[in-house]
Structures are given as structure tokens and as C-alpha cells.
């Protein structure tokens, strides 16, 4: 790993624009919002002269911008269309862009409209192109997720010829292979792209034409979430169908593990908990237990509470958890579910949790405040995935002393390790197939040390809340990143 011991040296500063489509705390719907978000301020300390984009929503936080000024006004074109762009500012410790066009942006939520393909087209190109208007010319661009595929292309084949942009490279990554923007050949002449694209080795994936292919092969380097799922995507059974295009390109994919905000998770200082706690001073934790036990009309009493703060949805695993949900509600547990989903998973914890209602709870909604006193008051965390990019929830449950049960895959397997009762090393409980068979003995595992092992789980505990997830580990990794390509 590459170590900063001192800032860089003015003459050999990194300049990185990160071009994100959604940037924590201002507005998100998801993990790249908390990467974006936070990433930058953590490169800013090592020394990077880091700056974020994203584009101008209506539904924006502006409650928490200070300062919000128009910086340049600009026009571009897109296929056949002459279009403005107003680039706003502000600073929050790290210099923002927002790119606004209101035809675009000033609608409801980010995603799901039929023109995406074109909105963020739009936002991508524009990203590249108003840095000469401002004079700011970084070593290199960050594009993130299928959103701003387009933009290794973009910086390559139109912008490269111009002196300006000739020596910027380009990092693309990876957040989730899952959602790839694909889109029918047609929308090529509407994104300024000729039929020429639509080839095996550019953008045509099976008939259609792929955003995220474009990042992956126009791009410099391409990052993952992962050291985990960066090997996974490579293989046919995580690649939905992008293996061969990964493979190609494998000595140039580098995983790096998502960070936490230790500041927004910090149940020692945390104003929305009903006691606050540190590793020195665990049993203040179960004060949090009782409370929501209280809270949500569970029986009040020490039996292991099972959390699950989560998108219900097939990847999480809740196929299999389906299979044992009656088996468990037997067990001396009681659980807790957070989250929304498909209507199929939300049905089945709403009838477990009436069935079996003071042992069970089922908040299908989302609750940011909810979702951090149930990280406090939880014994165990509950993350089955059938892939896993990078997750956050089993890095926020261990800081909150919650210990993680999971699935041996992408950023799972790289931030729980099995605990091993000889060397008391370790942090969680963890199961190796996708099957219902293998979540239950992973289950049964972590309730035995609980019952029968009062000494190593107060260890595991210790241990998860001793790990160190913060950014400052994964900005330096990506401050390598970019100094392979950017000096």
C-alpha cells in the first residue's frame, strides 16, 4: 500500500475531479452518494486537490449548502441538440460543481426516467467540458457507475485532440455490475456517438448498447468496491455477462474497500441514541437494547436481538432467509427488519412480524435515525448476501458493537473474518454456498457463542468495535491509484 507521510509537493499535486450522480449528505439514494460524499474530504487531508461533480436536482438539501454561487454559464451540444449548461459552486472543505440544465434536472428523485440515457449523457459531457471554461485542468476524472460510462469515451475520442485535455486520464468504478444502463442502438446519434461505437470491443453488449462497458473500455483504470469483488466480476457467475470485457482488461482493476463516516457513526457521541458507548464500556450498549425493545413493543429482556437494516430485494439473500424463517422464529431470538423493497419480502416480515409480533419487528420504511439506534441496540447483523460489492451495513453494525453474520463474498469477505475461538481473532460468523442449509449453521453458530461462550463473544464484540473502517485507509489506496496514471 502506498503511504502519504506529508502532503504532496505543490509541483507534484494531484488534481482529481470525482463526476458522481448523487453525493452524500446533499442527496442519495445509495452507496455511491456515501462514497462520494466522503471519499473527497479524506483525499483533500492526504494532500489532494480534490473536487466533486454532480448535477443540479430539484431535489437537493439546499438547506445544507452554504454559499451556492453561479461560477459559468456554457454551451454544448448533444447529438443534434445545442444545449446550456449553468455551473454552479460551493465549498464545503472540498470544492463542488453542480451542472445544471432544469429540462433535465428539475424533477423528482435522480433515476427512472425514460431519457436517463440522455440526462446523464448530458451531465457526463458537460462535466469534462466546463473545466476549460474555468481553467481548472485535473491530472485526472473520476467517473463512477453506469451513470457516466459515457465519460472515458467522451474524454478520449472527443476531447483528447485539444491541448488542454491531452495529458487527463480517467478512472472508472465499478459500485454495482448489476445496473449497467442498457439501452437500445438507436440512442447513439441522440448521446453524439456514431453507429461506429456499436461494436463488440466498444459499447454493443448483446444487442444493446452499455453504458458501463463504455467505462470499462475506455477507461485508464477501473476501480471496484472490493479487493473481493474485483476477482468475483471476472467470473461468469458475478459478471452479468461483462467477464470477458473484465477479463481483458484484469491488470488494470484495482478493488478498493469502501470507508465509513466514523463521525456519523460514533455510538460514543451519538445524540440519537438513548445511551452513548465505546468498547471500553460495552454493557452501556444494552441500554440501547431495552430501549428499543420498548420502542417497538418487543418483550424487554436479554435474548439476542438479529437486525437486518436493508434493501429487500433478491441480492440480500431474503430468498434463502425465506426458507428458515419459520425455523428461526422458533429459536430464543427476537428480530428486527428495516427497510423497503419488493412487495414479496416486505409481505413475508409483515406477516412474521404479526404472527409472532413481540418477537419480531418489521419497519418497512426507511428511518435514518431508526436504522442507527438498531445498529446500537443489536446483538447480531444479518447480511446473507448473494453478492455484495462492498456493503456498508456490516462495517456500521461492527462499529456499533453488532456482529455481523454473512456470506463468504465481495466486501463481506473482506471486512469480516471468522471468528477462531483458539487465537480469539475475528470478527463475525460466516457461511461459504448460497443456501439456506449454510445461513442456518452460520446462524446457529453466532447463537451459541452468545449463550454458551459469554467470554468470546464479549471478545468478538471488542473486536468488531476495534476495526478500523475509516475513509483514511481507502483514500490512501486510491491516492495510489491515481498517481499511477495522473503524475
Known amino acids: 500500500m502506498f503511504l502519504i507521510e506529508k502532503p504532496i509537493d505543490d509541483k507534484q499535486k494531484l488534481k482529481v475531479l470525482l463526476v458522481s450522480t448523487e453525493v452524500a449528505p446533499y442527496i442519495k439514494s445509495g452507496g455511491l452518494g456515501d462514497v462520494a460524499g466522503s471519499l473527497p474530504k479524506e483525499l483533500k487531508k492526504e494532500g489532494v486537490d480534490i473536487r466533486v461533480c454532480f448535477p443540479k436536482y430539484k431535489d437537493i438539501n439546499y438547506n445544507l449548502i452554504d454559499g ?51 440526462r446523464f449523457a448530458f451531465f457526463t459531457k458537460v462535466s469534462i467540458e466546463f473545466l476549460f471554461s474555468i481553467g481548472w485542468k485535473p491530472d485526472v476524472i473520476h467517473f463512477n457507475d453506469w451513470q457516466t460510462g459515457l465519460g472515458p469515451i467522451y474524454l478520449n475520442d472527443l476531447y483528447k485532440s485539444y491541448s488542454f485535455y491531452e495529458n487527463v486520464k480517467s478512472v472508472y468504478t465499478i459500485h454495482n455490475l448489476q445496473y449497467q444502463g442498457i439501452f437500445g442502438e438507436p440512442i447513439l446519434g441522440d448521446v453524439g456517438l456514431n453507429s461506429g461505437y456499436f461494436k463488440p470491443d466498444k459499447l454493443e453488449y448483446y444487442g444493446n448498447v452499455s453504458y458501463m462497458k463504455g467505462g470499462i473500455v475506455y477507461a485508464d483504470k477501473i476501480g471496484t468496491v472490493s479487493k473481493t469483488y474485483a476477482h468475483e466480476i471476472q467470473t461468469p457467475t458475478y459478471s452479468y455477462g461483462m467477464d470477458g470485457v473484465l477479463r481483458g482488461r484484469a491488470a488494470d482493476i484495482m478493488g478498493i474497500i469502501n470507508g465509513i463516516d466514523y463521525k456519523e457513526n460514533d455510538p460514543e457521541n451519538d445524540s440519537r441514541l438513548s445511551s452513548n458507548y465505546n468498547a471500553a464500556n460495552i454493557m452501556k450498549k444494552y441500554e440501547n437494547k431495552t430501549a428499543l425493545q420498548s420502542e417497538l413493543g418487543l418483550i424487554r429482556s436479554n435474548t439476542p436481538i438479529i437486525a437486518m437494516v436493508t434493501r429487500l430485494v433478491d441480492q440480500k439473500g431474503l430468498d434463502i432467509l425465506a426458507f428458515i424463517m419459520e425455523e428461526l422464529m422458533q429459536k430464543d ?39 442507527q439506534r438498531i445498529y446500537a441496540a443489536s446483538d447480531m447483523f444479518l447480511m446473507p448476501s448473494l453478492f455484495e460489492p462492498c456493503g456498508l451495513g456490516q462495517m456500521i453494525a461492527m462499529r456499533h458493537g453488532s456482529v455481523p453474520i454473512v456470506r463468504r463474498t465481495g466486501g463481506l469477505n473482506d471486512t469480516v473474518m471468522a471468528y477462531d475461538y483458539e487465537t480469539g481473532e475475528g470478527t463475525g460468523f460466516v457461511f461459504n454456498d448460497y443456501d439456506a442449509q449454510g445461513l442456518m449453521w452460520a446462524i446457529n453458530e453466532a447463537l451459541h457463542s452468545y449463550y454458551n461462550e459469554p467470554e468470546h463473544w464479549k471478545k468478538i464484540v471488542e473486536n468488531c468495535m476495534r476495526a478500523d473502517f475509516s475513509w483514511q485507509r481507502s483514500a490512501m489506496e486510491y491516492v495510489e491509484l491515481y498517481k499511477e496514471i495522473g503524475l
Not at 409481505?347 to 436504522?371: Q, V
Open 68 to 118: 451556492l454561487t453561479n461560477l459559468v454559464n456554457i454551451k454544448t451540444s448533444l447529438g443534434w441538440r445545442d444545449l446550456d449548461a449553468s455551473i454552479y459552486t460551493f465549498d464545503d472543505g472540498v470544492t463542488n460543481y453542480l451542472i445544471d440544465n432544469s429540462y433535465y434536472f428539475y424533477r423528482g428523485g435522480l433515476y427512472g426516467y425514460a431519457d436517463d440515457y440522455e
Open 333 to 371: 431470538i427476537q428480530m428486527v427488519v428495516l427497510g423497503t423493497g419488493e412487495s414479496r419480502y416486505e409481505n413475508m416480515f409483515r406477516h412474521y412480524a404479526w404472527r409472532y409480533r413481540h418477537k419480531m419487528s418489521a419497519s418497512i420504511t426507511f428511518d435514518a435515525g431508526l436504522a
